[in-house]
């Protein structure tokens, strides 16, 4: 008799997982009523690099979520290859992923939330996350990066076993947490009754008033479920643009 699968539980994992992007960005940067999603990288809208990574890396359910302009977006894509929602308040990243609730709710498996202005993480990189989440039993897995200048980004505090004890933002961080090099992304990997079941805990009570997806963190941490982090090989893969200058510097790093 031949022995279990290894890669078996992994096919399954992709198998019941959703990807969530966040694409609802205005983008005024940019100085364009075209929205930022669809600025273009190495020739390509920013967004469908990303929802690339998503389905070759297995994951065959894509939900966008989409805002300003957001018939722009829905027109570059082929109808059939992912579906959409509608951000019609950017109230934040929680809130973003509120509108796709709908969509989620009757979900057994796991809910992955990339960015839609980060093109550069790879289908290599989302395969290691998640191998990482199922693996490790967690109810939610943090992509994270080691960058040599971490000023701004919220850190990765861990605990003594490798977990993650919680993501201390650059305002709130003591000296020794800021001597810390590794940065939350933004990009979350959930189990989906563990973000399903918290999503509505999520409040606005901060200085801007939105709801933010790494609350969660807290929240998960607080209820004793475990999480984890997965460092991305290439800290570009985590980068963000929000601007011409840094699509641009996006653009240097990969020629």
């Not at 389905?55 to 290859?81: L, M, N, P, T």
């Not at 992509?143 to 040599?148: G, I, M, R």
């Not at 004793?224 to 985590?238: Q, S």
Request: aromatic share 6%; net charge negative.
């Amino acid at each position: 008799m031949s022995g279990a699968d290894p890669n078996f539980a992994l096919r399954q994992a992709f198998e019941s997982t959703i990807a969530v992007v966040l694409a609802a960005g205005l983008g005024k940067r940019f100085g364009s009523d075209r929205p930022k999603v669809l600025q273009l990288f190495r020739g390509r809208p920013l967004v469908h690099w990303v929802s690339d990574a998503l389905h070759q890396s297995g994951i065959s359910r894509v939900i966008i979520v989409i805002g300003h302009h957001g018939e722009e977006v829905e027109k570059s894509y082929d109808s059939s290859a992912v579906e959409f929602v509608w951000q019609y308040e950017r109230l934040g990243t929680g809130h973003a992923v509120m509108q796709a609730v709908p969509l989620l709710q009757n979900h057994r498996g796991h809910i992955l939330v990339l960015l839609g202005d980060a093109p550069c993480v790879t289908p290599q990189t989302i395969t290691a996350l998640l191998d990482l989440h199922v693996g490790s039993h967690a109810a939610a897995t943090i992509l994270s990066a080691e960058v040599d200048d971490p000023t701004g980004y919220g850190r990765i505090v861990r605990a003594a076993d490798g977990t993650v004890d919680g993501i201390v933002e650059h305002r709130d961080a003591d000296e020794t947490t800021r001597s810390i090099r590794e940065i939350n992304s933004g990009m979350i990997c959930f189990r989906s009754d563990a973000l399903l079941a918290n999503l509505p805990r999520l409040t606005n009570h901060n200085h801007q008033q939105e709801y933010y997806l790494t609350d969660l963190i807290g929240l998960l941490r607080g209820e004793g479920e475990k999480v984890m982090a997965y460092i991305a090989p290439d800290p570009r893969e985590v980068l963000g643009v929000n601007s011409p200058e840094e699509l641009a510097l996006l653009e240097r790093l990969h020629t």
